[in-house]
Nanobody
Framework: QVQLVESGGDLVQPGESLRLSCTAS????????RGWYRQAPGKQRELVAA?????SVKDRFSISRDNAKNAMYLRMNSPKPEDTAVYYC??????????????????WGQGTQVTVSS
């Protein structure tokens, strides 16, 4: 089964940096990571960081990727309580299934919880 898996979420104190990871598992042929989103309780999902587009990275965040590992990362610097949310990664990828090359657009992981609290 081909899927995106986020990890690294934790309970951290304000100002304590954190790095989230998103890895693609399964018979991946190619992957185009689109970015990181988050959803706080009672709020809509919002963009946190993307590789393209104006104003695509919120202050105190940085985004990177390692194509060799089929992985994407989100670095949270000096997080604040308002950064508390479930963080999701988003990507398009192609994969092999039954000997055929398939497309998966707009794929999401299950999310990883980040709680910033003293």
């Amino acid at each position: 089964q081909v899927q995106l898996v986020e990890s690294g979420g934790d309970l951290v104190q304000p100002g304590e940096s954190l790095r989230l990871s998103c890895t693609a598992s399964g018979n991946i042929h190619s992957i185009d990571f689109r970015g990181w989103y988050r959803q706080a309780p009672g709020k809509q999902r919002e963009l946190v960081a993307a590789f393209v587009g104006p104003d695509s990275v919120k202050d105190r965040f940085s985004i990177s990727r390692d194509n060799a590992k089929n992985a994407m990362y989100l670095r949270m610097n000096s997080p604040k309580p308002e950064d508390t949310a479930v963080y999701y990664c988003n990507a398009d990828f192609t994969y092999y299934s039954g000997g055929k090359l398939m497309n998966k657009f707009d794929a999401w992981g299950q999310g990883t919880q980040v709680t910033v609290s003293s």
